[in-house]
Nanobody
Framework: QVQLVESGGGLVQAGGSLRLSCATSRMLFSISTMGWYRQAPGNQRELVAVITSGGSTTYADSVKGRFTISRDNAKNTVYLQMNSLKPEDTAVYYC??????????????WGQGTQVTVSS
């Protein structure tokens, strides 16, 4: 089954930190670029960070210097370390896997989302 399991969301005060995790299958993880997206009420879903299988990363300008995406190949897990959190970071965060090789190439898979709330 294709499944992405997210964890680590919660409520934190501005300036605090959270670490999100997203675990998936070995098969999907091995063929995918992994990413984190977020969606606040009334807004479009936006890219937060992405990491390729080779470790190349891309970040939204709004989170550069504060967030770090990483992946653990042994655990088939991608992480998003979020530091210096701001109220504007409040959103539902979604894990994404985009298959880049194999028969599923070009397909997107999504987690169910985890709520991150940053209070002022």
């Amino acid at each position: 089954q294709v499944q992405l399991v997210e964890s680590g969301g919660g409520l934190v005060q501005a300036g605090g930190s959270l670490r999100l995790s997203c675990a998936t299958s070995r098969m999907l993880f091995s063929i995918s670029t992994m990413g984190w997206y977020r969606q606040a009420p009334g807004n479009q879903r936006e890219l937060v960070a992405v990491i390729t299988s080779g470790g190349s990363t891309t970040y939204a300008d709004s989170v550069k210097g504060r967030f770090t995406i990483s992946r653990d190949n042994a655990k088939n897990t991608v992480y998003l370390q979020m530091n210096s959190l701001k109220p504007e970071d409040t959103a539902v965060y979604y894990c994404n896997a985009r298959a880049v090789v194999g028969p599923m190439r070009g397909s997107d898979y999504w987690g169910q989302g985890t709520q991150v709330t940053v209070s002022s």
